[in-house]
Nanobody
């Protein structure tokens, strides 16, 4: 059974940094496409970044150059390093797994979702 727990969220000032962790069990993080999504109040769920097979990475235009996704295949953890945070980055960040290898941010491709961790960027 695939399980994962997100952590690392919190309150940070604009321009600050956070590192989110998606700690997994029941599968190897390098066997699937693993993505980070975010859910802001009254907004649709948005794909932020994904890491696929062969370390292929993808970022949304809104975070490109500020966020970095990586994974530790020994610890089976996927990280999201978030720098130069902005108030519009506020939301619940969720980890998700796509077993179809679509390599997209289409939410329907992701069959497994975590509960999320709250990120609030505010002064």
């Amino acid at each position: 059974q695939l399980r994962f727990v997100e952590s690392g969220g919190g309150l940070v000032q604009p321009g600050g940094s956070l590192r989110l962790s998606c700690t997994t069990s029941g599968f190897n993080v390098d066997d699937y496409v693993v993505a980070w999504f975010r859910q802001a109040p009254e907004k649709e769920r948005e794909g932020v970044s994904l890491i696929g097979l062969n370390d292929g990475r993808k970022y949304s235009d809104s975070v490109k150059g500020r966020f970095t996704i990586s994974r530790d295949t020994v610890k089976n953890v996927v990280y999201l390093q978030m720098d130069d945070l902005k108030p519009e980055d506020t939301g619940i960040y969720l980890c998700a797994v796509d077993p179809t290898y679509e390599n997209s941010f289409r939410t329907g491709a992701y069959m497994y979702w975590g509960q999320g961790t709250q990120v609030t960027v505010s002064s």
